[in-house]
């Protein structure tokens, strides 16, 4: 089953000051976001693989529209995450079936890497609700820089019978931070961690 996009809407933040300081590269991170029906909103269903197969798809597809509206590489991307809003004929199964099975998978290979786990997050709401997506450092989750998260929201969605689903990454980690933790530049990426 392909997925029944309604829309798909990106969202582009970038970062030039925090508390008065200049933050020089700014720091950039995207969202790239599918409205989608729900194919098995109003009733339960045991089977999920055609949700699963649709998570897939989305993973490439959004992944690739958040790098090309940050201007970069895939390989460039130092922070991902992902999130699902379930219209309220939906259940949170929904957005479980899309967001983890094989959405990985796709991200992974439009950015090249990925060792870490992808911070993820669902929930249930109406129109414009809003939706925060996790970030964590693609190689490695021990860099505290880039424990951070992105907001979003879509006036028209979820109707109650769709899913809002969306992919973030990011160019650089919070503005400023000081909070110590593993460095970018000390990144060995082979186990997720460290």
């Given at each position: 089953?392909?997925?029944?996009?309604?829309?798909?809407?990106?969202?582009?933040?970038?970062?030039?000051?925090?508390?008065?300081?200049?933050?020089?590269?700014?720091?950039?991170?995207?969202?790239?976001?599918?409205?989608?029906?729900?194919?098995?909103?109003?009733?339960?269903?045991?089977?999920?693989?055609?949700?699963?197969?649709?998570?897939?798809?989305?993973?490439?597809?959004?992944?690739?529209?958040a790098v090309a509206a940050l201007g970069i590489e895939g390989s460039a991307a130092?922070?991902?995450?992902?999130?699902?809003?379930?219209?309220?004929?939906?259940?949170?199964?929904?957005?479980?079936?899309?967001?983890?099975?094989?959405?990985?998978?796709?991200?992974?290979?439009?950015?090249?890497?990925?060792?870490?786990?992808?911070?993820?997050?669902?929930?249930?709401?109406?129109?414009?609700?809003?939706?925060?997506?996790?970030?964590?450092?693609?190689?490695?989750?021990?860099?505290?820089?880039?424990?951070?998260?992105?907001?979003?929201?879509?006036?028209?969605?979820?109707?109650?019978?769709?899913?809002?689903?969306?992919?973030?990454?990011?160019?650089?980690?919070?503005?400023?931070?000081?909070?110590?933790?593993?460095?970018?530049?000390?990144?060995?990426?082979?186990?997720?961690?460290?």
């Amino acid at each position: 089953m392909s997925a029944n996009i309604r829309k798909i809407v990106t969202f582009v933040e970038e970062t030039h000051t925090e508390m008065g300081k200049p933050v020089s590269p700014a720091t950039r991170r995207a969202a790239a976001v599918a409205v989608i029906e729900n194919p098995f909103a109003g009733r339960y269903v045991e089977d999920l693989s055609d949700l699963i197969a649709i998570g897939e798809e989305l993973g490439g597809l959004l992944t690739e529209r958040a790098v090309a509206a940050l201007g970069i590489e895939g390989s460039a991307a130092q922070s991902y995450g992902k999130a699902a809003l379930v219209g309220e004929n939906g259940e949170l199964e929904h957005a479980a079936a899309l967001l983890h099975p094989k959405m990985g998978t796709p991200v992974r290979k439009v950015l090249g890497k990925g060792a870490a786990l992808i911070p993820s997050s669902k929930r249930r709401g109406g129109l414009g609700a809003e939706l925060d997506i996790p970030l964590g450092h693609k190689d490695a989750a021990f860099v505290r820089s880039h424990f951070d998260g992105m907001q979003v929201s879509i006036n028209d969605a979820p109707r109650a019978n769709e899913i809002v689903v969306a992919v973030a990454v990011t160019d650089s980690g919070r503005p400023l931070p000081r909070v110590g933790g593993l460095k970018v530049e000390e990144i060995k990426g082979e186990d997720g961690l460290r």
